[in-house]
């Protein structure tokens, strides 16, 4: 059984093999021998290695003969390298944005911290879990709550200082913003720094007031907490077990993918009709 429908790996894999290009030829015909085992094709890795991001284990418990461990390092290290999953996200925003449309007069941006017990270069000690190796992710979102711009960071991290590399991510995968922009945020930036940021990027401020409670005050902002909600949902973003940064990047953009096009498709059936359109209403 797939970790993920084909409805929502093949358009990702489409675009996947897109970037990185063609598989090179089986044998290398320079190798003094000739006798060097065969290459493992991209596809077989890639789905390795959407077996590892959903289910979040370890790359030795979803090797198999066709495909070893050793291999799906060597050719995750290669493209998280390349930027291959944010290639991949910016190509499945601007398919969302063609076919439903980005909100961007309204972005959210909120931290959510989850675990990494091998520590690493995103790692640092989470406030929330007697000091244990933690990762926080920093999201910025459109008005509908399509993840545009993620930064990682160690749990310790504080909100606050991560909003302007998490807008400058959002800007790099989207290109211009809107002339008008309202940012929502929770009380975790009310601060004097938060709206001089805001002030200079030319932004509209929404920020909730410490001291009151949230409920009376949630505004625009709670799509960003579901949109962490279906990051989540992902095995290795909940317990990141990576080391290298740009690993850890590259699951965040590739899982940030599949809930873009996991909404475009949602949103695609109640608007257009094809054929082949999937007739269950939640997408498993």
């Known amino acids: 059984m797939p970790a993920v429908p084909s409805c929502l790996l093949e358009p990702i894999w489409v675009e ?5 290009g063609e598989d090179p030829p089986g044998f290398d015909p320079t190798h003094p021998l000739g006798c060097h085992r065969r290459r493992i094709p991209s596809r077989v890795v890639f789905e390795h290695l959407i077996d590892a991001l959903v289910h979040g284990s370890g790359y ?32 499945a925003l601007a398919a969302y944005d063609l076919i439903i449309g980005l909100e961007l007069e309204d972005l959210s ?27 926080k992710r920093s999201i910025a979102t ?6 545009l711009g993620i930064v990682s960071a160690g749990a310790n991290r504080h909100d606050s ?11 790099a995968q989207v290109g211009p913003l809107p002339d008008r922009v309202t ?11 938060t709206r001089k940021l805001l002030a200079q990027l030319g932004f509209e401020g929404e920020i909730s007031r410490k001291g009151i409670p949230a ?42 993918a599949f809930v873009t096009i996991r909404q475009l498709i949602q949103r695609a059936r109640k608007r257009y009709r094809w054929d082949t359109r999937p ?6």
């Open 16 to 20: 996947f093999s897109a970037v990185i």
């Open 60 to 91: 030795e418990r979803i090797a198999t003969i066709g495909c070893s461990d050793r291999t799906i390092r060597r050719r995750l290290k290669q493209w998280a390298k390349a930027g291959v999953a944010q290639q991949v996200h910016a190509v």
């Open 109 to 135: 941006v909120d931290g959510c911290i989850t675990k990494a017990p091998c520590g690493g270069d995103k790692a640092g000690r989470s406030p929330v879990d007697r000091g244990k190796g933690g990762l």
């Open 142 to 147: 459109e008005g509908a709550g399509i993840p």
């Open 161 to 171: 200082p991560l909003l302007e590399p998490t807008l400058a991510a959002a800007k």
């Open 183 to 193: 940012g929502h945020l929770d009380a975790g930036y009310d601060s004097g720094v």
């Open 215 to 256: 409920p009376i005050q949630v505004g625009k902002r709670w799509v960003v907490e579901r949109t962490h909600s279906w990051m989540n949902g992902y095995g290795k973003l909940r317990r990141c077990t990576d080391k290298d940064g740009d690993i850890v990047d590259f699951h965040l953009y590739l899982a940030a």
């Open 279 to 284: 007739t269950t209403r939640r997408l498993k």
